[in-house]
Protein backbone atom coordinates (compact mmCIF):
# COMPACT_ATOMS: atom_id res chain seq x y z
CA UNK A 1 0.00 0.00 0.00
CA UNK A 2 1.58 3.73 -1.08
CA UNK A 3 1.47 6.29 1.65
CA UNK A 4 0.19 9.69 0.40
CA UNK A 5 3.62 12.04 -0.14
CA UNK A 6 3.49 14.67 2.68
CA UNK A 7 4.53 18.28 2.16
CA UNK A 8 7.77 19.26 4.45
CA UNK A 9 6.74 21.71 7.09
CA UNK A 10 9.27 24.38 7.11
CA UNK A 11 11.32 23.00 9.93
CA UNK A 12 11.48 20.08 9.13
CA UNK A 13 13.02 21.53 5.75
CA UNK A 14 15.54 23.23 7.93
CA UNK A 15 16.30 20.93 10.18
CA UNK A 16 16.48 18.25 6.84
CA UNK A 17 19.41 21.28 5.76
CA UNK A 18 21.26 21.29 9.24
CA UNK A 19 21.60 17.37 9.42
CA UNK A 20 22.82 17.21 5.69
CA UNK A 21 25.31 19.81 7.55
CA UNK A 22 26.52 18.01 10.46
CA UNK A 23 26.80 14.66 8.58
CA UNK A 24 28.85 16.23 5.74
CA UNK A 25 31.62 18.32 7.67
CA UNK A 26 31.79 14.53 9.59
CA UNK A 27 32.72 12.56 6.82
CA UNK A 28 34.77 16.35 5.54
CA UNK A 29 37.08 15.56 8.51
CA UNK A 30 36.75 11.74 9.01
CA UNK A 31 38.66 11.57 4.91
CA UNK A 32 40.76 15.40 4.75
CA UNK A 33 43.60 13.36 6.54
CA UNK A 34 44.78 11.53 3.72
CA UNK A 35 46.59 14.02 1.51
CA UNK A 36 47.62 15.04 4.66
CA UNK A 37 49.53 12.42 6.30
CA UNK A 38 52.59 12.58 4.66
CA UNK A 39 52.88 16.12 6.26
CA UNK A 40 52.14 14.87 9.72
CA UNK A 41 54.76 12.13 9.44
CA UNK A 42 57.34 14.88 8.46
CA UNK A 43 55.92 17.26 10.79
CA UNK A 44 55.61 15.00 13.74
CA UNK A 45 58.15 12.22 13.10
CA UNK A 46 55.62 9.23 12.79
CA UNK A 47 56.88 5.89 11.68
CA UNK A 48 55.03 4.06 9.57
CA UNK A 49 53.14 2.40 13.13
CA UNK A 50 52.61 5.73 14.51
CA UNK A 51 51.10 6.60 11.22
CA UNK A 52 48.87 3.46 11.29
CA UNK A 53 47.27 4.58 14.79
CA UNK A 54 47.02 8.33 13.80
CA UNK A 55 44.61 6.99 10.72
CA UNK A 56 42.81 4.36 13.27
CA UNK A 57 42.33 6.60 16.14
CA UNK A 58 39.57 8.25 14.90
CA UNK A 59 36.97 5.30 14.00
CA UNK A 60 38.60 4.12 17.24
CA UNK A 61 36.53 7.13 18.88
CA UNK A 62 33.28 6.68 16.70
CA UNK A 63 33.40 2.85 18.35
CA UNK A 64 34.35 4.45 22.04
CA UNK A 65 31.62 7.15 21.52
CA UNK A 66 28.61 5.29 19.32
CA UNK A 67 26.90 3.44 22.65
CA UNK A 68 27.09 6.61 25.20
CA UNK A 69 26.07 9.13 22.47
CA UNK A 70 23.00 6.98 21.97
CA UNK A 71 22.18 6.92 25.97
CA UNK A 72 23.07 10.68 25.92
CA UNK A 73 20.57 11.66 23.40
CA UNK A 74 17.73 9.31 24.82
CA UNK A 75 18.52 11.63 28.35
CA UNK A 76 19.36 15.02 27.12
CA UNK A 77 17.66 15.29 23.78
CA UNK A 78 18.70 15.54 19.98
CA UNK A 79 20.00 19.04 20.06
CA UNK A 80 21.84 19.22 23.11
CA UNK A 81 24.11 15.90 22.06
CA UNK A 82 24.56 17.45 18.93
CA UNK A 83 25.47 20.42 19.99
CA UNK A 84 28.17 18.81 22.37
CA UNK A 85 29.47 16.60 19.66
CA UNK A 86 29.74 19.48 17.26
CA UNK A 87 31.87 21.77 20.23
CA UNK A 88 34.25 18.21 20.45
CA UNK A 89 34.68 18.54 16.51
CA UNK A 90 35.24 22.07 16.59
CA UNK A 91 37.91 21.99 19.61
CA UNK A 92 39.60 18.53 18.75
CA UNK A 93 40.08 20.29 14.77
CA UNK A 94 41.62 23.28 16.38
CA UNK A 95 44.19 21.42 18.08
CA UNK A 96 44.88 19.03 15.16
CA UNK A 97 45.27 21.92 13.25
CA UNK A 98 48.16 23.22 14.99
CA UNK A 99 49.55 20.13 16.88
CA UNK A 100 53.10 18.57 15.95
CA UNK A 101 53.45 15.62 18.05
CA UNK A 102 52.32 12.17 17.88
CA UNK A 103 50.27 12.27 20.99
CA UNK A 104 48.13 15.41 20.58
CA UNK A 105 47.66 14.52 16.98
CA UNK A 106 46.45 10.82 18.25
CA UNK A 107 44.33 12.43 21.43
CA UNK A 108 42.42 15.16 18.85
CA UNK A 109 41.85 12.56 16.21
CA UNK A 110 40.35 10.41 18.86
CA UNK A 111 38.18 13.56 20.46
CA UNK A 112 37.00 14.07 16.71
CA UNK A 113 36.00 10.13 16.12
CA UNK A 114 33.82 11.04 19.67
CA UNK A 115 32.17 13.93 18.85
CA UNK A 116 31.60 12.39 14.93
CA UNK A 117 29.24 9.94 16.80
CA UNK A 118 27.68 12.09 18.87
CA UNK A 119 26.86 14.22 15.96
CA UNK A 120 26.25 11.58 13.70
CA UNK A 121 23.26 9.58 15.92
CA UNK A 122 21.55 13.00 17.26
CA UNK A 123 21.41 14.63 14.08
CA UNK A 124 20.06 10.99 12.58
CA UNK A 125 17.77 10.34 15.55
CA UNK A 126 16.69 13.90 15.03
CA UNK A 127 15.33 13.28 11.85
CA UNK A 128 13.66 10.48 12.19
CA UNK A 129 12.06 11.68 15.09
CA UNK A 130 10.48 14.68 13.60
CA UNK A 131 10.10 13.35 9.90
CA UNK A 132 6.97 12.16 8.69
CA UNK A 133 6.51 8.82 8.33
CA UNK A 134 5.67 8.38 4.86
CA UNK A 135 9.06 10.53 4.05
CA UNK A 136 11.28 9.10 6.56
CA UNK A 137 13.26 7.01 4.31
CA UNK A 138 13.27 10.12 1.52
CA UNK A 139 14.79 12.19 3.92
CA UNK A 140 17.29 10.12 5.35
CA UNK A 141 18.79 8.51 2.55
CA UNK A 142 19.31 12.55 1.13
CA UNK A 143 21.38 12.95 4.73
CA UNK A 144 23.35 9.78 3.47
CA UNK A 145 23.74 11.12 0.17
CA UNK A 146 25.21 14.51 1.96
CA UNK A 147 27.62 12.33 4.01
CA UNK A 148 28.64 10.64 0.96
CA UNK A 149 29.30 14.52 -0.74
CA UNK A 150 31.25 15.23 2.35
CA UNK A 151 33.49 12.30 2.12
CA UNK A 152 34.40 13.30 -1.76
CA UNK A 153 35.51 17.23 -0.42
CA UNK A 154 37.34 15.39 2.19
CA UNK A 155 40.68 15.04 0.59
CA UNK A 156 40.08 18.22 -1.21
CA UNK A 157 40.08 20.42 2.04
CA UNK A 158 43.10 18.23 2.55
CA UNK A 159 44.61 19.47 -0.49
CA UNK A 160 44.10 22.84 0.66
CA UNK A 161 45.29 22.57 3.98
CA UNK A 162 48.73 20.96 2.94
CA UNK A 163 49.12 24.17 0.75
CA UNK A 164 47.76 26.96 3.06
CA UNK A 165 48.83 25.54 6.17
CA UNK A 166 46.95 23.14 8.45
CA UNK A 167 47.11 25.58 11.02
CA UNK A 168 44.54 28.49 9.30
CA UNK A 169 42.58 25.70 7.51
CA UNK A 170 41.21 23.98 10.19
CA UNK A 171 40.61 27.04 12.25
CA UNK A 172 38.65 28.20 9.39
CA UNK A 173 37.32 24.83 9.66
CA UNK A 174 36.37 25.17 13.84
CA UNK A 175 34.49 28.32 12.38
CA UNK A 176 32.11 26.10 10.60
CA UNK A 177 31.43 24.05 13.61
CA UNK A 178 30.56 26.95 15.46
CA UNK A 179 28.27 28.68 12.68
CA UNK A 180 26.54 25.11 13.08
CA UNK A 181 26.03 25.33 16.84
CA UNK A 182 24.45 28.62 16.15
CA UNK A 183 22.23 27.44 13.40
CA UNK A 184 20.90 23.99 15.83
CA UNK A 185 19.66 26.88 18.15
CA UNK A 186 16.84 28.03 15.26
CA UNK A 187 15.66 24.37 14.71
CA UNK A 188 12.78 22.71 16.87
CA UNK A 189 13.77 20.15 18.75
CA UNK A 190 10.95 17.78 20.52
CA UNK A 191 11.56 17.39 24.22
CA UNK A 192 13.46 14.76 25.90
CA UNK A 193 11.77 11.62 26.80
CA UNK A 194 11.68 9.66 29.52
CA UNK A 195 15.13 8.41 29.63
CA UNK A 196 16.26 5.05 28.89
CA UNK A 197 19.43 3.26 29.15
CA UNK A 198 21.32 1.28 26.96
CA UNK A 199 20.04 -1.96 28.04
CA UNK A 200 16.35 -1.03 26.81
CA UNK A 201 18.43 -1.61 23.20
CA UNK A 202 19.35 -5.30 23.97
CA UNK A 203 15.60 -6.65 23.89
CA UNK A 204 15.13 -4.03 20.57
CA UNK A 205 17.80 -6.27 18.90
CA UNK A 206 15.35 -9.23 19.19
CA UNK A 207 12.79 -6.88 17.34
CA UNK A 208 12.84 -8.20 13.37
CA UNK A 209 13.17 -4.14 12.09
CA UNK A 210 15.85 -3.32 14.18
CA UNK A 211 17.86 -6.20 14.12
CA UNK A 212 17.28 -6.18 10.08
CA UNK A 213 18.30 -2.58 9.84
CA UNK A 214 21.03 -3.51 12.01
CA UNK A 215 22.20 -6.13 10.11
CA UNK A 216 22.02 -4.33 6.83
CA UNK A 217 23.68 -1.49 7.83
CA UNK A 218 26.41 -4.03 9.18
CA UNK A 219 26.43 -5.69 5.51
CA UNK A 220 27.05 -2.27 3.85
CA UNK A 221 30.19 -2.13 5.84
CA UNK A 222 31.40 -5.62 5.49
CA UNK A 223 31.02 -4.68 1.46
CA UNK A 224 32.28 -1.31 1.38
CA UNK A 225 35.37 -1.97 3.68
CA UNK A 226 36.42 -5.32 1.38
CA UNK A 227 35.91 -2.91 -1.76
CA UNK A 228 38.35 -0.33 -0.26
CA UNK A 229 40.97 -2.95 0.38
CA UNK A 230 40.49 -5.44 -2.82
CA UNK A 231 39.74 -2.73 -5.49
CA UNK A 232 42.30 -0.60 -5.41
CA UNK A 233 45.26 -3.26 -5.16
CA UNK A 234 43.79 -5.37 -8.14
CA UNK A 235 43.61 -2.02 -10.49
CA UNK A 236 46.73 -1.42 -9.44
CA UNK A 237 47.91 -4.69 -10.51
CA UNK A 238 45.82 -3.95 -13.87
CA UNK A 239 47.97 -1.44 -14.37
CA UNK A 240 45.66 2.01 -12.90
CA UNK A 241 47.68 4.78 -11.44
CA UNK A 242 46.41 6.50 -8.50
CA UNK A 243 44.97 8.89 -10.36
CA UNK A 244 42.92 6.35 -11.89
CA UNK A 245 41.66 4.77 -8.82
CA UNK A 246 40.57 8.17 -7.03
CA UNK A 247 38.54 9.00 -9.86
CA UNK A 248 37.04 5.52 -10.03
CA UNK A 249 35.89 5.58 -6.82
CA UNK A 250 34.79 9.23 -7.00
CA UNK A 251 32.30 8.55 -9.62
CA UNK A 252 31.39 5.64 -7.52
CA UNK A 253 30.53 7.87 -4.95
CA UNK A 254 28.65 10.25 -6.55
CA UNK A 255 26.32 7.83 -8.17
CA UNK A 256 25.79 6.48 -4.51
CA UNK A 257 24.92 9.69 -3.28
CA UNK A 258 22.13 10.00 -6.10
CA UNK A 259 21.00 6.26 -5.32
CA UNK A 260 20.47 7.09 -1.13
CA UNK A 261 17.54 9.33 -1.45
CA UNK A 262 16.08 7.11 -4.83
CA UNK A 263 16.75 4.08 -2.21
CA UNK A 264 14.64 6.01 0.82
CA UNK A 265 11.86 7.08 -1.28
CA UNK A 266 10.83 3.85 -2.72
CA UNK A 267 10.98 2.01 0.93
CA UNK A 268 8.41 4.82 1.81
CA UNK A 269 6.23 4.21 -1.23
CA UNK A 270 6.36 0.07 -2.06
CA UNK A 271 7.93 -0.78 1.46
CA UNK A 272 11.78 -1.77 2.45
CA UNK A 273 11.64 -4.98 0.59
CA UNK A 274 11.60 -3.96 -2.98
CA UNK A 275 14.77 -1.88 -3.02
CA UNK A 276 16.74 -3.85 -0.68
CA UNK A 277 15.64 -7.05 -2.83
CA UNK A 278 16.76 -4.96 -6.42
CA UNK A 279 20.18 -3.50 -3.84
CA UNK A 280 20.93 -6.84 -2.77
CA UNK A 281 20.56 -9.18 -6.03
CA UNK A 282 22.68 -6.57 -7.61
CA UNK A 283 25.29 -6.51 -5.04
CA UNK A 284 25.61 -10.81 -5.14
CA UNK A 285 26.17 -10.49 -8.73
CA UNK A 286 28.87 -7.48 -8.65
CA UNK A 287 30.54 -9.46 -5.80
CA UNK A 288 30.72 -12.53 -8.30
CA UNK A 289 32.01 -10.51 -10.66
CA UNK A 290 34.74 -7.95 -9.67
CA UNK A 291 37.37 -10.77 -9.05
CA UNK A 292 36.97 -11.66 -12.81
CA UNK A 293 37.89 -8.44 -15.16
CA UNK A 294 41.43 -8.96 -16.58
CA UNK A 295 41.55 -5.64 -17.83
CA UNK A 296 41.45 -2.64 -16.03
CA UNK A 297 38.59 -0.66 -17.91
CA UNK A 298 35.96 -3.30 -17.14
CA UNK A 299 36.83 -3.74 -13.62
CA UNK A 300 36.75 0.64 -13.65
CA UNK A 301 32.95 0.39 -14.96
CA UNK A 302 31.82 -2.26 -12.66
CA UNK A 303 33.06 -0.56 -9.46
CA UNK A 304 31.48 2.65 -10.79
CA UNK A 305 28.28 0.45 -11.53
CA UNK A 306 28.26 -1.71 -8.91
CA UNK A 307 28.81 -0.40 -5.77
CA UNK A 308 26.14 2.21 -5.33
CA UNK A 309 24.03 -0.49 -4.98
CA UNK A 310 25.66 -1.41 -1.46
CA UNK A 311 25.04 2.08 -0.89
CA UNK A 312 21.33 2.00 -1.64
CA UNK A 313 21.48 -0.23 1.61
CA UNK A 314 21.81 2.32 3.91
CA UNK A 315 18.70 4.53 3.71
CA UNK A 316 15.88 1.65 3.95
CA UNK A 317 18.20 -0.02 6.74
CA UNK A 318 18.14 3.19 8.29
CA UNK A 319 14.48 3.40 7.68
CA UNK A 320 13.75 0.09 9.59
CA UNK A 321 15.32 1.13 12.34
CA UNK A 322 13.15 4.15 12.60
CA UNK A 323 10.42 2.67 12.38
CA UNK A 324 11.24 -0.54 14.40
CA UNK A 325 12.10 1.83 16.99
CA UNK A 326 9.45 3.93 17.06
CA UNK A 327 6.96 0.91 17.10
CA UNK A 328 8.68 -1.05 19.85
CA UNK A 329 8.85 2.42 22.35
CA UNK A 330 13.11 2.40 22.06
CA UNK A 331 14.49 6.15 21.54
CA UNK A 332 15.75 7.13 18.18
CA UNK A 333 19.34 7.73 19.36
CA UNK A 334 19.78 4.85 20.88
CA UNK A 335 18.34 2.48 17.58
CA UNK A 336 20.85 4.93 15.61
CA UNK A 337 23.90 4.36 18.23
CA UNK A 338 23.45 0.53 17.62
CA UNK A 339 22.78 0.90 13.85
CA UNK A 340 26.05 2.84 13.60
CA UNK A 341 28.10 0.55 16.23
CA UNK A 342 26.95 -2.56 14.00
CA UNK A 343 28.41 -0.42 10.50
CA UNK A 344 31.60 0.58 12.13
CA UNK A 345 32.28 -2.96 13.46
CA UNK A 346 31.22 -4.62 9.52
CA UNK A 347 33.70 -1.94 7.89
CA UNK A 348 36.87 -2.70 9.83
CA UNK A 349 36.32 -6.47 10.13
CA UNK A 350 35.96 -6.47 6.72
CA UNK A 351 38.62 -4.02 5.57
CA UNK A 352 40.99 -6.45 8.34
CA UNK A 353 40.07 -9.89 7.27
CA UNK A 354 39.50 -9.18 3.62
CA UNK A 355 42.81 -8.34 2.55
CA UNK A 356 44.67 -11.77 4.97
CA UNK A 357 42.06 -14.01 3.53
CA UNK A 358 42.50 -12.80 0.17
CA UNK A 359 46.43 -13.07 0.66
CA UNK A 360 45.76 -16.64 1.86
CA UNK A 361 43.60 -17.48 -0.82
CA UNK A 362 42.57 -15.49 -3.77
CA UNK A 363 40.09 -12.47 -4.22
CA UNK A 364 37.29 -14.65 -5.07
CA UNK A 365 36.69 -15.99 -1.74
CA UNK A 366 36.34 -13.04 0.08
CA UNK A 367 33.90 -11.82 -2.85
CA UNK A 368 31.73 -15.37 -2.39
CA UNK A 369 31.34 -14.65 0.71
CA UNK A 370 29.90 -11.69 0.37
CA UNK A 371 27.64 -12.81 -2.13
CA UNK A 372 26.49 -15.78 -0.46
CA UNK A 373 26.05 -13.18 2.64
CA UNK A 374 23.45 -10.77 0.14
CA UNK A 375 21.86 -13.66 -1.13
CA UNK A 376 20.78 -14.87 2.07
CA UNK A 377 19.55 -11.73 3.46
CA UNK A 378 17.73 -11.21 0.10
CA UNK A 379 16.09 -14.49 0.53
CA UNK A 380 14.90 -14.30 4.23
CA UNK A 381 14.31 -11.13 3.38
CA UNK A 382 9.95 -11.36 3.23
CA UNK A 383 10.15 -12.74 6.72
CA UNK A 384 11.78 -10.26 8.78
CA UNK A 385 11.17 -7.12 6.93
CA UNK A 386 7.09 -5.41 6.49
CA UNK A 387 6.40 -3.20 4.22
CA UNK A 388 5.91 0.39 5.94
CA UNK A 389 2.60 0.09 5.60
CA UNK A 390 1.90 -2.13 8.02
CA UNK A 391 4.20 -0.64 10.82
CA UNK A 392 1.62 0.72 12.81
CA UNK A 393 -1.00 -1.87 11.74
CA UNK A 394 -0.63 -3.07 15.96
CA UNK A 395 -1.16 0.06 16.72
CA UNK A 396 -4.35 0.30 14.66
CA UNK A 397 -5.80 -2.55 16.18
CA UNK A 398 -4.75 -1.69 19.65
CA UNK A 399 -7.06 1.49 18.96
CA UNK A 400 -9.77 -0.54 17.52
CA UNK A 401 -9.50 -2.56 20.64
CA UNK A 402 -9.99 0.73 22.93
CA UNK A 403 -12.78 1.61 20.83
CA UNK A 404 -14.61 -1.28 21.06
CA UNK A 405 -14.16 -1.11 24.87
CA UNK A 406 -15.77 2.19 24.84
CA UNK A 407 -12.38 3.94 25.86
CA UNK A 408 -12.92 7.55 25.40
CA UNK A 409 -8.81 8.08 25.57
CA UNK A 410 -8.16 5.92 22.03
CA UNK A 411 -6.64 7.92 18.93
CA UNK A 412 -8.79 8.22 15.77
CA UNK A 413 -8.45 5.83 13.16
CA UNK A 414 -6.60 6.72 10.16
CA UNK A 415 -9.63 6.57 7.94
CA UNK A 416 -11.18 9.26 10.06
CA UNK A 417 -7.82 11.16 10.43
CA UNK A 418 -7.64 11.37 6.53
CA UNK A 419 -11.37 13.40 6.48
CA UNK A 420 -9.81 16.01 8.80
CA UNK A 421 -8.89 18.09 5.88
CA UNK A 422 -10.21 21.24 7.30
CA UNK A 423 -9.04 24.78 9.17
CA UNK A 424 -6.82 24.47 11.92
CA UNK A 425 -9.49 26.28 13.99
CA UNK A 426 -11.68 23.55 13.19
CA UNK A 427 -9.81 20.96 13.53
CA UNK A 428 -9.45 21.18 17.39
CA UNK A 429 -13.26 20.59 17.46
CA UNK A 430 -13.37 17.67 15.15
CA UNK A 431 -10.43 15.90 17.15
CA UNK A 432 -12.55 16.50 20.49
CA UNK A 433 -15.60 14.92 18.89
CA UNK A 434 -14.11 12.12 17.87
CA UNK A 435 -12.00 11.27 20.86
CA UNK A 436 -15.60 11.76 22.60
CA UNK A 437 -17.26 9.03 20.66
CA UNK A 438 -16.68 6.71 24.02
CA UNK A 439 -19.74 9.07 25.09
CA UNK A 440 -21.49 8.17 22.15
CA UNK A 441 -20.84 4.53 22.56
CA UNK A 442 -22.45 4.59 26.33
CA UNK A 443 -25.47 7.19 25.13
CA UNK A 444 -25.98 4.27 22.40
CA UNK A 445 -25.85 1.51 24.96
CA UNK A 446 -28.38 3.29 26.92
CA UNK A 447 -30.38 3.76 23.73
CA UNK A 448 -30.34 0.27 22.73
CA UNK A 449 -31.14 -1.41 26.43
CA UNK A 450 -34.06 1.18 26.72
CA UNK A 451 -35.53 0.12 23.31
CA UNK A 452 -35.35 -3.89 23.67
CA UNK A 453 -33.80 -4.48 27.48
CA UNK A 454 -30.70 -5.82 26.63
CA UNK A 455 -27.35 -4.91 25.36
CA UNK A 456 -25.39 -5.05 21.53
CA UNK A 457 -22.22 -6.71 21.80
CA UNK A 458 -19.40 -3.91 22.56
CA UNK A 459 -18.43 -4.21 18.42
CA UNK A 460 -21.35 -3.09 17.21
CA UNK A 461 -22.52 -0.68 19.82
CA UNK A 462 -18.14 0.79 18.74
CA UNK A 463 -19.30 0.86 15.11
CA UNK A 464 -22.37 2.62 15.88
CA UNK A 465 -20.74 5.42 17.65
CA UNK A 466 -18.25 5.59 14.62
CA UNK A 467 -20.75 6.17 12.13
CA UNK A 468 -22.66 8.97 14.68
CA UNK A 469 -19.04 10.32 15.06
CA UNK A 470 -18.04 10.62 11.36
CA UNK A 471 -20.67 12.49 9.62
CA UNK A 472 -20.59 15.31 12.50
CA UNK A 473 -16.95 15.95 11.48
CA UNK A 474 -17.23 15.31 7.59
Known amino acids: MRQ ?4 LEPPVVRLLALTCAIVGVDTVFFSALTPLLPHYAAAAGLSKAEAGILIAAYPAGTLI ?18 V ?15 ATS ?3 LDAARLVQGIGGACTWTASLSWLATAAPESRRGELLGT ?13 VVGAIANAVGTGPAFSAASVLDVALIAVAFTVPSPRPQAPQSLRSALPALRDPEVAT ?20 LRLSRLGASGTVIAVTFLCAALAEAGVSPLAGRLSDRTGVARPLGVALATGAAVALLLPLPTAAPWLIGLLIAGLPFYGALYAPASALVAGGAQRIGLNQGIAFAVSNLTWAGGQSVAAAGSGALAQATSDLVPYALLAACCLGTMLTLRTIARPRATLTEPDALSARAQTAAGDAKAPPPDRLRQRMRRPARRREEADRRIHD ?13 VRT ?13 VKIAAPKCA
Open 213 to 232: GCWLMALAGIAFGMADVLAP
Open 4 to 7: ERVK
Open 453 to 465: GHLEPEAQIASRA
Open 143 to 155: AIGAAVIGALFGP
Open 437 to 449: RGSVAESARAARG
Open 84 to 98: AGLALMGASTLVFGW
Open 102 to 104: AWL
Open 65 to 82: GSLPSGAFVARFGDRTVA
